[in-house]
């Protein structure tokens, strides 16, 4: 265990370390060999700074509506999946394609369909009389949008995962519930749901994690506009730490982020271990 223990020592540890230490600091990535003691003044600008509130409300709906969105539709798509349909194992596979393709290309390819004049979208809207616009440079729908391409790219393993899941529950609990009389809908809320809790529980926490820290595919797209309407913390941080050239700042951000996310995991953990 001590090659192991000394790796996550070097990858994991001392960089998270060396950030607390840094958030305490004034310190500019034109000179990064320079800091300055600030205690705690980056936490207390970040109360006052309109823009890191902006992005922090935006993280929660952003967070919040993709993983409740993947949830819902993976637990749709394993459902489907788990039935012996005519060319299942095909679809099965085909299911995986959205989300083993780079996130760099499928920002290429939403962006694209929703090009003013030649995009799909917008070709479509016209026949129904509807507008010709960039619709991610839309002030209201540029964040639904993005959420979009999250969803659409993670769902599938989040599918895939609660249909293993499912895989593993032994039939004989399916049929003695129907020898018990019990329906579909009841099926699925005792025995499906309950034996699937814990892959559920797994999912939750890792998409959780992984849409809170969201950069590169909203970079991509958007760029946190349009007017900071995209702007999530993972955007502010890049944006403080190599466009404001504030590492100080930005490793304050980075910081708060790991407490929020740790609490989450934490408290859900307890709470779902408890139920």
Avoid at 130 to 135: A, I
Avoid at 158 to 173: C, R
Avoid at 253 to 266: N, Y
């Amino acid at each position: 265990m001590i090659p192991a223990t000394l790796l996550m020592l070097l990858i994991i540890v001392y960089p998270t370390v060396r950030a607390v230490w840094m958030s305490f600091h004034q310190r500019s990535f034109l000179s990064p060999e320079e800091s300055t003691w600030v205690g705690i003044a980056n936490y207390e600008a970040l109360l006052e700074d309109p823009v890191f509130t902006q992005a922090f409300v935006h993280t929660i709906i952003f967070t919040v509506g993709a993983v409740v969105a993947m949830y819902v539709l993976g637990l749709g798509l394993a459902l489907l999946l788990r039935n012996n349909l005519p060319g299942v194992g095909y679809l099965r596979s085909l299911s995986m394609v959205p989300w083993v393709i780079p996130p760099v290309v499928i920002v290429i390819i939403w962006t694209w369909m929703f090009q003013v004049d030649y995009g799909l979208v917008n070709l479509i809207s016209q026949q129904f009389g509807g507008p010709n616009k960039y619709w991610f440079g839309d002030y209201d729908l540029a964040l639904p949008l993005v959420m979009m391409l999250r969803v659409w790219k993670d769902t599938p393993f989040v599918a895939i995962a609660l249909l293993a899941s499912m895989q593993s529950i032994p039939p004989e609990y399916y049929e003695a519930a129907k020898i018990d009389g019990a329906g579909a809908v009841q099926q699925f809320r005792h025995i499906t749901l309950p034996n699937i809790s814990y892959i559920s529980m797994v999912m939750i926490v890792t998409e959780v994690i992984a849409a809170f820290n969201s950069f590169q595919m909203i970079y991509i797209a958007t760029g946190g506009g349009p007017v900071n309407q995209t702007e999530v913390l993972g955007t502010y941080v890049y944006q403080q730490a190599f466009g404001e050239y504030m590492l100080g700042y930005a490793a304050a951000v980075g910081i708060v982020m790991l407490a929020l996310l740790t609490l989450f995991t934490a408290v859900y953990i307890k709470v779902e271990n408890t139920e």
